[in-house]
């Protein structure tokens, strides 16, 4: 294997929007208040950065093509900008390429920025798209609830657990995101809600019903990364650095090959197994101190606990509802209120994740702080449950 | 002797109960009232005249696709394209071939029996066997008497000159003018006139002289028919014009009204299908066909005629039979309401032709594809296998997909996605000689769908192309037809 980005790059500084329905913001507004939060945090200059890559997914409704939409809003001196898309994923992606472009030695300081603007697409949920000429003739209708659902009933018969105690385990989780979500200043949706509320919300998919699925909102998040060697003669200590990204992508196997019983993610497995082994951790459960996962429905995060090896399979839904994964539990996960409270501008998700995980390894997460976190794990899954792209990042203390 | 080799036949699943048409519209049309009895057939909103031929035809196959099929007739009035052949469409569906003349038929009630003697007579000069199908889904006007009388429906022969299970003994044929109801060229609906005319002028008059013609050439008399096939919405107007004509009482036919209503140019075949699934062997069939004049063919049935026991033909599917019982839905379904669909249903439908030609087998057959070297099934079919422990590369035969089982692995009800009728059910299905899928279902209740279940496979309408006037047509998921 490859000798792998194991602290090869630091994080300089981070910046992250106010996420929500920002109906008196362009995609302009939101991308310069995270590029400015984190400029100042990096304590650089615009004119020290050598090369940015700029996550946005769903161009036809939003800023355009290319990297101009993001060189333009940040007046970049003629740099490289290149955009980036990998579905739910764009956000990691933006971040791997300019982590990639410091590791080779390309660039001394990298920028990555993501951002999404769905409130102007007028729907509830993403918008409704096409998959090319022959995809749009042979793939079947749906929503993105409604393939994720179907984690759901193949995870119940997989495993023997009856559909009202799934129902119940990932209702927790909604419960539990939305708790910490509560104490977030930057979540879009900052209110405490009771498990029954979540039970009896109207069905949106089944078994999903309406606090079974993250939120849709505006948002933006960037990230400015550098050596250690750099960061260092820059004055910066207790550096945070890169120790792990992995990204694995369906070649078509479970969609089109028996072998798949559609209650896990194959791609989530093979990128967390790889990312372990960059990271160096061989014990997941006790050494990862908490993790973002993507939890565009509860159900996702509740299968992904297990792919990412944190749960044993068949029993992230004991987990769950043993408290695990709560703010005070053994691994806390979402704990600045996931996709769940953040809603989902698909650009910037996979940043927002790294802001969190960087904010608390640095203590800097108030009311949210967890006591000595060591590594903080992102987790991305874009496309369907049966074809998607799985994103894996790791983050930590620098020598951890 | 040349004759029916095979016979299928297809009546949707959802039945109207004509007291709710009633109970709607009686309100304007209080002679609507007289006909609260009974109720008619309604396509589900992705049927149409072609996916009905396509599934009667089916039946009709039972799984055979014969090599020697030389002709393939498609007879409707509400054919979804006007210029692009349908029955070709049919051929692909069906997987056929390419070989063969096909033709649709069309502008006339009286086209499935008219285009029925044509495709005999073509049989019997060429050899081999043809298909002659019908379907038709008819449209009327909200309050109109059309709407309590018309209902879905197809059916679908194989004709050939051996092992027939109803040889074609001969027919007369009658041509007039005579208008009871007219379509236009860019009109909706039909236009009817008085139906006391229409019967004492028309069907008294017109089908006698077609029936004694077809006596005169068969040199069979009346009293010998068993069964007299004619449709017609006028009450007992079989029996009236069969008593005229001299046959028997007892041999005409219910003409299904109570059940389903008249299918249009397909109800002739549809009733004859009816009838042969309940004719004994050595039996005389006058089948009547109306519109424009009269066509009379007479059949004997033979000792064969068992050998079709396994097909649904119209019992079949008139078992399989779900009450609809919502008239909005009826009126959604069939174009008749400005309904909004919401911001989901607005995207640009448009098909590319170029990508459905050189994807016509896969996307209008459902031919999948399987690798020589490892012998994985796989859909779509690729050029490099996905199985992760052959990945051959260019080793995959076409295979046909349609009429295999397909199990649930996992399913939902999506309420977020654009449905006509919602909620949307799809979900992953494990085809049982291998390969799978995520599959758009059809046909289904809430409530009534369950991982494991064994799903069929039927040719739909996947989206209505509205701005262009293309329907774009896909395989989805359905339950099994219960067997009568």
Redesign the interface.
Same mark, same amino acid.
């Given at each position: 294997m490859a000798s792998g980005i194991k602290d090869k790059v630091a994080i300089l500084g981070m910046g992250c929007s106010k996420f929500g329905e920002r109906w008196d913001c362009d995609a302009e507004d939101l991308i310069v208040e995270a590029y400015q939060e984190a400029i100042v945090d990096a304590g650089i200059q615009t004119s020290q950065i050598d090369a940015a890559w700029f996550a946005t997914a769903i161009e036809e409704v939003h800023v355009g093509k290319s990297g101009v939409p993001l060189s333009v809003a940040l007046r970049l001196p003629n740099i490289p900008v290149t955009r980036v898309e990998n579905f739910c994923a764009s956000g990691t992606e933006a971040f791997r390429g300019a982590v990639y472009a410091v590791a080779s030695g390309a660039a001394d300081i990298a920028l990555a920025v993501g951002v999404e603007k769905l409130k102007d697409t007028g729907y509830g949920g993403l918008p409704q798209r096409g998959a090319g000429p022959l995809n749009d003739m042979i793939r079947n209708n749906g929503s993105a609830p409604g393939g994720f659902a179907q984690l759901a009933t193949a995870y119940s018969q997989k495993h023997g657990v009856d559909m009202e105690t799934v129902k119940k385990a990932i209702g927790a989780i909604s419960v539990k995101s939305h708790a910490n979500g509560a104490k977030n200043p930057k979540a879009h949706l900052q209110k405490a809600v009771s498990l029954e509320t979540v039970l009896n919300a109207p069905m949106i998919a089944a078994p999903l019903g309406l606090f079974d699925c993250c939120g849709v909102s505006d948002g933006s998040a960037a990230a400015i990364v550098t050596t250690p060697e750099i960061a260092k003669s820059m004055g910066k200590h207790d550096l945070i650095t890169v120790k792990a990204l992995q990204l694995a992508v369906s070649n078509g196997q479970e969609s089109g090959h028996n072998s798949w019983d559609g209650s896990y993610f194959l791609t989530t497995r093979k990128a967390a197994e790889r990312a372990y082994k960059e990271a160096g951790i061989e014990k997941p459960r006790e050494q990862i101190s908490m993790f973002e996962c993507h939890d565009c429905f509860s159900i996702t995060e509740m299968v992904t606990m297990e792919d990412l090896y944190i749960s044993n399979e068949g029993e992230a839904w004991r987990d769950v509802l043993d408290g695990f994964y709560n703010a005070d539990g053994q691994v806390p996960c979402q704990i600045d209120g996931g996709l769940k409270c953040f809603g989902h501008p698909i650009g910037a998700s996979g940043l927002r994740m790294l802001y969190e995980m960087y904010f608390q390894l640095t203590g800097r997460a108030g009311e949210r702080q967890l006591k000595d976190p060591v590594f903080g794990m992102t987790h991305n899954l874009g496309g369907q449950p049966h074809q998607n792209v799985s994103s894996v990042a790791i983050i930590g203390h620098q020598g951890a | 002797m040349v004759g029916i080799k095979a016979y299928g036949g297809y009546v949707p699943r959802r039945r109207l109960p004509r007291s709710v048409i009633v109970e709607a519209n009686g309100w304007f049309n209080s002679g609507l009232k007289g006909y609260s009895k009974g109720e008619r057939s309604m396509c589900n909103w992705d049927e149409d005249a072609l996916t009905m031929a396509v599934e009667a035809s089916r039946d009709c196959l039972d799984q055979s696709r014969p090599d020697d099929i030389k002709a393939i007739y498609l007879a409707s009035t509400t054919l979804p394209f006007t210029d692009r052949q349908n029955s070709g469409i049919l051929g692909t569906a069906l997987n056929l071939g390419q070989n063969m003349m096909t033709m649709d038929i069309t502008s006339s009630q009286r086209a499935g029996t008219s285009g029925l003697i044509n495709a005999l007579n073509v049989a019997k000069g060429m050899g081999g066997s043809a298909l002659f199908a019908a379907g038709e889904h008819r449209r009327s006007q909200t309050a109109n008497n059309n709407e309590l009388m018309y209902g879905d429906g197809g059916a679908a022969l194989l004709l050939g000159n051996d092992d027939v299970v109803a040889e074609y003994i001969g027919a007369g044929q009658i041509a007039v003018d005579f208008v009871d109801h007219y379509r236009g060229q860019n009109a909706d609906f039909d236009y009817n006139w008085e139906e006391r005319w229409i019967r004492d002028e028309g069907f008294m008059k017109i089908v006698p002289d077609a029936v004694q013609a077809a006596l005169d050439n068969t040199g069979i008399a009346a009293d010998e028919i068993d069964h007299f096939v004619m449709p017609g919405t006028i009450r007992n107007i079989a029996a009236m014009v069969g008593k005229r004509c001299g046959i028997k009482g007892e041999a005409a036919r219910d003409n299904l009204h109570g059940v389903m209503g008249e299918a249009g140019t397909a109800h002739s075949l549809v009733m004859l299908v009816d009838c042969l699934q309940d004719a004994k062997p050595g039996e005389l069939v006058m089948l009547i066909g109306w519109g424009q004049g009269c066509d009379a063919l007479i059949f004997r049935t033979t000792d064969k005629l068992p050998t079709m026991a396994n097909r649904k033909g119209i019992k079949g599917h008139l078992a399989h039979r779900k009450e609809e019982t919502n008239y909005n839905k009826f009126l959604a379904f069939n174009g008749l309401v400005l309904q909004d669909g919401g %911001?989901?249903s607005?995207?640009?439908?448009q098909?590319?032709l170029t990508?459905?030609y050189r994807?016509k087998e896969?996307?209008i057959g459902f031919v999948g594809g399987k690798c020589e070297q490892c012998g994985?099934v796989?859909?779509?079919k690729?050029r490099i296998c996905?199985?992760?422990n052959c990945g051959a590369i260019n080793t995959q035969e076409d295979h046909k997909m349609a009429e295999t089982t397909a199990q649930i692995?996992?399913?939902?009800?999506?309420? %977020?996605?654009?449905?006509p009728d919602p909620?949307?059910h799809? @979900?992953?299905v494990?085809f049982s000689e @291998? @390969?799978?899928?995520?599959?758009?279902f059809t046909d289904v209740d809430e409530g009534g769908v369950a991982?494991g279940d064994e799903f069929r496979m039927v040719f739909r309408i996947?989206?209505a192309d509205e701005k262009r006037g293309f329907n774009?047509y896909?395989w989805k998921a359905a339950p099994k037809i219960q067997a009568s």
């Amino acid at each position: 294997m490859a000798s792998g980005i194991k602290d090869k790059v630091a994080i300089l500084g981070m910046g992250c929007s106010k996420f929500g329905e920002r109906w008196d913001c362009d995609a302009e507004d939101l991308i310069v208040e995270a590029y400015q939060e984190a400029i100042v945090d990096a304590g650089i200059q615009t004119s020290q950065i050598d090369a940015a890559w700029f996550a946005t997914a769903i161009e036809e409704v939003h800023v355009g093509k290319s990297g101009v939409p993001l060189s333009v809003a940040l007046r970049l001196p003629n740099i490289p900008v290149t955009r980036v898309e990998n579905f739910c994923a764009s956000g990691t992606e933006a971040f791997r390429g300019a982590v990639y472009a410091v590791a080779s030695g390309a660039a001394d300081i990298a920028l990555a920025v993501g951002v999404e603007k769905l409130k102007d697409t007028g729907y509830g949920g993403l918008p409704q798209r096409g998959a090319g000429p022959l995809n749009d003739m042979i793939r079947n209708n749906g929503s993105a609830p409604g393939g994720f659902a179907q984690l759901a009933t193949a995870y119940s018969q997989k495993h023997g657990v009856d559909m009202e105690t799934v129902k119940k385990a990932i209702g927790a989780i909604s419960v539990k995101s939305h708790a910490n979500g509560a104490k977030n200043p930057k979540a879009h949706l900052q209110k405490a809600v009771s498990l029954e509320t979540v039970l009896n919300a109207p069905m949106i998919a089944a078994p999903l019903g309406l606090f079974d699925c993250c939120g849709v909102s505006d948002g933006s998040a960037a990230a400015i990364v550098t050596t250690p060697e750099i960061a260092k003669s820059m004055g910066k200590h207790d550096l945070i650095t890169v120790k792990a990204l992995q990204l694995a992508v369906s070649n078509g196997q479970e969609s089109g090959h028996n072998s798949w019983d559609g209650s896990y993610f194959l791609t989530t497995r093979k990128a967390a197994e790889r990312a372990y082994k960059e990271a160096g951790i061989e014990k997941p459960r006790e050494q990862i101190s908490m993790f973002e996962c993507h939890d565009c429905f509860s159900i996702t995060e509740m299968v992904t606990m297990e792919d990412l090896y944190i749960s044993n399979e068949g029993e992230a839904w004991r987990d769950v509802l043993d408290g695990f994964y709560n703010a005070d539990g053994q691994v806390p996960c979402q704990i600045d209120g996931g996709l769940k409270c953040f809603g989902h501008p698909i650009g910037a998700s996979g940043l927002r994740m790294l802001y969190e995980m960087y904010f608390q390894l640095t203590g800097r997460a108030g009311e949210r702080q967890l006591k000595d976190p060591v590594f903080g794990m992102t987790h991305n899954l874009g496309g369907q449950p049966h074809q998607n792209v799985s994103s894996v990042a790791i983050i930590g203390h620098q020598g951890a | 002797m040349v004759g029916i080799k095979a016979y299928g036949g297809y009546v949707p699943r959802r039945r109207l109960p004509r007291s709710v048409i009633v109970e709607a519209n009686g309100w304007f049309n209080s002679g609507l009232k007289g006909y609260s009895k009974g109720e008619r057939s309604m396509c589900n909103w992705d049927e149409d005249a072609l996916t009905m031929a396509v599934e009667a035809s089916r039946d009709c196959l039972d799984q055979s696709r014969p090599d020697d099929i030389k002709a393939i007739y498609l007879a409707s009035t509400t054919l979804p394209f006007t210029d692009r052949q349908n029955s070709g469409i049919l051929g692909t569906a069906l997987n056929l071939g390419q070989n063969m003349m096909t033709m649709d038929i069309t502008s006339s009630q009286r086209a499935g029996t008219s285009g029925l003697i044509n495709a005999l007579n073509v049989a019997k000069g060429m050899g081999g066997s043809a298909l002659f199908a019908a379907g038709e889904h008819r449209r009327s006007q909200t309050a109109n008497n059309n709407e309590l009388m018309y209902g879905d429906g197809g059916a679908a022969l194989l004709l050939g000159n051996d092992d027939v299970v109803a040889e074609y003994i001969g027919a007369g044929q009658i041509a007039v003018d005579f208008v009871d109801h007219y379509r236009g060229q860019n009109a909706d609906f039909d236009y009817n006139w008085e139906e006391r005319w229409i019967r004492d002028e028309g069907f008294m008059k017109i089908v006698p002289d077609a029936v004694q013609a077809a006596l005169d050439n068969t040199g069979i008399a009346a009293d010998e028919i068993d069964h007299f096939v004619m449709p017609g919405t006028i009450r007992n107007i079989a029996a009236m014009v069969g008593k005229r004509c001299g046959i028997k009482g007892e041999a005409a036919r219910d003409n299904l009204h109570g059940v389903m209503g008249e299918a249009g140019t397909a109800h002739s075949l549809v009733m004859l299908v009816d009838c042969l699934q309940d004719a004994k062997p050595g039996e005389l069939v006058m089948l009547i066909g109306w519109g424009q004049g009269c066509d009379a063919l007479i059949f004997r049935t033979t000792d064969k005629l068992p050998t079709m026991a396994n097909r649904k033909g119209i019992k079949g599917h008139l078992a399989h039979r779900k009450e609809e019982t919502n008239y909005n839905k009826f009126l959604a379904f069939n174009g008749l309401v400005l309904q909004d669909g919401g %911001l989901r249903s607005e995207t640009d439908k448009q098909t590319a032709l170029t990508t459905l030609y050189r994807n016509k087998e896969m996307v209008i057959g459902f031919v999948g594809g399987k690798c020589e070297q490892c012998g994985t099934v796989q859909f779509p079919k690729s050029r490099i296998c996905v199985n992760p422990n052959c990945g051959a590369i260019n080793t995959q035969e076409d295979h046909k997909m349609a009429e295999t089982t397909a199990q649930i692995q996992s399913w939902t009800a999506d309420n %977020l996605t654009y449905a006509p009728d919602p909620p949307h059910h799809f @979900g992953m299905v494990n085809f049982s000689e @291998g @390969g799978r899928m995520m599959a758009d279902f059809t046909d289904v209740d809430e409530g009534g769908v369950a991982v494991g279940d064994e799903f069929r496979m039927v040719f739909r309408i996947k989206a209505a192309d509205e701005k262009r006037g293309f329907n774009k047509y896909f395989w989805k998921a359905a339950p099994k037809i219960q067997a009568s």
